[in-house]
């Protein structure tokens, strides 16, 4: 089955311990990418990556880092995370990024992170 | 970032209902996508649109793209529960890698 596995699904944690949110999918997409979603402000990226070891910011990058060393794989770090960073967080991923059908996205289930 | 504004923000209805979602900018776009988002999902696409004017229909659901390709439309005949959720436009500027999001219309469709 063709998806987008997040892990944890949900994560409490303190002020300034680093924590990784693992992203992984399974249709050999180039493109992927993480959101954050927040009430009253929709979807908004964070960073995305054309391939691997190609990454590039989104429109609020700032206190996350991401990786791509496998295709599959797309790890969103917090390396000190503050309560502005409460939010739930997705990965996503298709087979291109610049639109159109081929910038389906697929997104994972979603990680609800609160920091306190 | 380009600016995406959705309307309305909520709407309660009965089931049986017809409805409009909007989705307008003051940019250009060369696509848009409508996604649809159930409590505790990621948000699942249900359709794109690449050219001006372009109508799609997918089941009771019916997508337009504007003629400038700055404004969209999702209308759902004979609302159902089913059709419950959050449903968010997404849209492209030509050559980005970075979609512009709406911040969703909340639809609850009353038996």
């Known amino acids: 089955e063709a998806q987008v596995t997040q892990n944890p699904r949900y994560l409490i944690t303190v002020t300034g311990k680093k924590l990784t949110v693992t992203c992984s999918q399974n249709?050999?997409?180039?493109?992927m990418s993480w959101y954050r979603q927040d009430p009253g402000l929709g979807l908004r990226q964070i960073y995305y990556s054309m391939n691997v070891e190609v990454t590039d910011k989104g429109d609020v990058p700032e206190g996350y880092k991401v990786s791509r060393k496998e295709k599959r794989n797309f790890p969103l770090i917090l390396e000190s995370p503050s309560p502005n960073q409460t939010s739930l967080y997705f990965c996503?991923?298709?087979?291109?990024?610049?639109?159109?059908?081929?910038?389906?996205?697929?997104f994972g289930q979603g990680t609800r992170l609160t920091v306190v | 970032t380009q600016l995406l504004e959705q309307s309305p923000q909520f709407l309660s209805i009965q089931e049986g209902e017809n409805l409009t979602v909007y989705c307008n900018s003051s940019s250009v776009f060369s696509s848009l996508q409508w996604y649809r988002q159930e409590p505790g999902e990621g948000p699942v696409l249900l359709v794109t649109v690449v050219t001006g004017g372009e109508v799609k229909k997918l089941k009771r659901l019916t997508f337009q793209f504007g003629d400038a390709r700055k404004d969209s439309s999702l209308h759902i005949t004979a609302a159902q529960p089913g059709d419950t959720g959050l449903y968010l436009c997404?849209?492209?500027?030509?050559?980005?890698?970075?979609?512009?999001f709406g911040r969703g219309t909340s639809l609850i469709v009353h038996p």
């Open positions: 996503a991923s298709s087979l291109s990024g610049t639109g159109g059908p081929v910038a389906e996205a697929f």
């Open positions: 997404a849209a492209w500027a030509g050559g980005s890698y970075i979609p512009t």
């Open positions: 249709m050999n997409h180039e493109y």
